[in-house]
T-cell receptor, first 113, second 114 residues
Framework: DGGITQSPKYLFRKEGQNVTLSCEQN?????MYWYRQDPGQGLRLIYY???????QKGDIAEGYSVSREKKESFPLTVTSAQKNPTAFYLC????????????FGSGTRLTVV | DQQVKQNSPSLSVQEGRISILNCDYT??????FLWYKKYPAEGPTFLIS?????DKNEDGRFTVFLNKSAKHLSLHIVPSQPGDSAVYFC?????????????FGKGTRLSVIA
């Protein structure tokens, strides 16, 4: 079955460490996205990529980095520069075009300890 | 500057009654709208969508209404069931935008009381 997989489900990070969240899709979607969800804040866009080897900053990109070396993969690195990284992170993918909805992964809960 | 607004953070409805979730938008260029449903600790799942050329789209218990002049859409769930308890996100896009991302509202938490 086609789908989008995020791993790990739960991640704990010490302050000052970088961590990488994985996102893989086998839907042959062109575009991939990273969102962050905080209570009362809805879904805020971190980064997105419409094509391999290209990506754009979203609304809250500071302290995060991404790469898109393969169509299927869009890992997100939360760097030590992100001041408040504890959140629920969601990856999504879609075909190109504004009338295609997104398929979301099941999310990664990151906690800074 | 929120382009998509869900002004009710939460809503409680009795089982069997109608749930009405509202969404307003400010960008008149938006021409495609979607609703997503999200359970805790899970990713959102697509529920229903509507193009701006329509004013209503129905799928089983779920109906979305679009009022372009008011820049308002609503999701009706009839009858409401306990399993509908979730956070609902409204999203908007511009179909020929050159692939700009969906714009999401902040969500409305629906509680269906048995």
């Amino acid at each position: 079955d086609g789908g989008i997989t995020q791993s790990p489900k739960y991640l704990f990070r010490k302050e000052g460490q970088n961590v990488t969240l994985s996102c893989e899709q086998n839907l042959n979607h062109d575009a991939m996205y990273w969102y962050r969800q905080d209570p009362g804040q809805g879904l805020r866009l971190i980064y997105y990529s419409q094509i391999v080897n290209d990506f754009q900053k979203g609304d809250i990109a500071e302290g995060y980095s991404v790469s898109r070396e393969k169509k299927e993969s869009f890992p997100l690195t939360v760097t030590s520069a992100q001041k408040n990284p504890t959140a629920f992170y969601l990856c999504a993918s879609s075909y190109k075009g504004g009338n295609y909805g997104y398929t979301f992964g099941s999310g990664t809960r990151l906690t800074v300890v | 500057d929120q382009q998509v607004k869900q002004n009710s953070p939460s809503l409680s409805v009795q089982e069997g009654r109608i749930s009405i979730l509202n969404c307003d938008y400010t960008n008149s260029m938006f021409d495609y709208f979607l609703w997503y449903k999200k359970y805790p600790a899970e990713g959102p799942t697509f529920l229903i969508s509507i193009s701006s050329i329509k004013d209503k789209n129905e799928d089983g218990r779920f109906t979305v209404f679009l009022n372009k002049s008011a820049k308002h859409l609503s999701l009706h769930i009839v009858p409401s069931q306990p399993g509908d308890s979730a956070v609902y996100f409204c999203a908007a896009s511009i179909v020929n935008s050159g692939n700009t991302p969906l714009v999401f509202g902040k969500g409305t938490r629906l509680s269906v009381i048995a």
